[in-house]
C-alpha cells in the first residue's frame, strides 16, 4: 500500500506559477513510476506528466511541455510540479498517482495508487 498526499494547489493568475508537492508513503517509493494527472468538471481524468523510478526519464503532455517539470526525490519520498506560465485551461484538481507497471503507462484507469487531489485555480 502507498499513500499519497497532495499540497501547493491554489489561486494564482494566468501567467503566473505555481508548484504542487506530493509526499508517499507506505512501501518503497522508489519501486514506482510517479506521475500527475488533472481532472476538470465534466471531464476524465487526464494525464500531465511522469516520472520513471530513477528520475532519468520524464514525460509530458503535448498541452505542457516546456511549461510544466516533473522531479522526483527518492530520498525524501516526494515528487514535484513545477508548474509555470499557466492558462485558464490548466484549472482542474491535480492528482498524484504511483504506478508498479515496468513501462509508463498514460492512462489513469490502469494506475495502482492516488492522492486525494489538490485544485489549481487560474483566474484570467
Known amino acids: 500500500q502507498v499513500q499519497l498526499v497532495e499540497s501547493g494547489g491554489g489561486l494564482v493568475q494566468a501567467g503566473g506559477s505555481l508548484r504542487l508537492s506530493c509526499a508517499g508513503s507506505g512501501r518503497t517509493f522508489n519501486n514506482y513510476i510517479l506521475g500527475w494527472f488533472r481532472q476538470a468538471p465534466g471531464k476524465e481524468r487526464e494525464f500531465v506528466a511522469g516520472i520513471s523510478r530513477s528520475g532519468g526519464n520524464t514525460y509530458y503532455a503535448d498541452s505542457v511541455k516546456g511549461r510544466f517539470t516533473i522531479s522526483r526525490d527518492n530520498a525524501k519520498n516526494t515528487v514535484d510540479l513545477q508548474m509555470n506560465s499557466l492558462e485558464s485551461e490548466d484549472a482542474a484538481v491535480y492528482y498524484c498517482?504511483?504506478?508498479?507497471?515496468?513501462?509508463?503507462?498514460?492512462?489513469?484507469?490502469?494506475?495502482?495508487?492516488w492522492g486525494q487531489g489538490t485544485q489549481v485555480t487560474v483566474s484570467s
Open positions: 498517482g504511483a504506478d508498479s507497471a515496468v513501462i509508463f503507462r498514460k492512462m489513469a484507469a490502469t494506475w495502482d495508487y
